[in-house]
Nanobody, 115 residues
């Protein structure tokens, strides 16, 4: 059974940085597509960034140039480095693992950008 545990959220001022981490259990992490999604109050969950098993990345236009997704297969962990944070980045951030026939979500971590 694959489990995902996010960490690293919190309160940060506009212009600040945070790094989210997502640790995965199980042996399929290295062959999975990993992603970060977010959901703000009253809005639908949206894609933030994804990274394939070979390291190809994809970003939402709203975070390009500010956020970086990366993975460490030796640690079964995916990261989201968030720089130049804006109030509109405030949301619950969810880690996602996808593999054929499998789609798993973490419990989410709150990111609040406010002065």
């Amino acid at each position: 059974q694959v489990q995902l545990v996010e960490s690293g959220g919190g309160l940060v001022q506009p212009g600040g940085s945070l790094r989210l981490s997502c640790a995965a259990s199980g042996s399929i992490f290295s062959i999975s597509v990993m992603g970060w999604y977010r959901q703000a109050p009253g809005k639908q969950r949206e894609l933030v960034a994804t990274i394939t098993d070979v390291g190809s990345t994809n970003y939402a236009d709203s975070v390009k140039g500010r956020f970086t997704i990366s993975r460490d297969n030796a640690k079964n962990t995916v990261y989201l480095q968030m720089n130049s944070l804006k109030p509109e980045d405030t949301a619950v951030y969810y880690c996602n693992l996808k593999l054929i026939g499998l789609n798993r979500w973490g419990q989410g971590t709150q990111v609040t950008v406010s002065s």
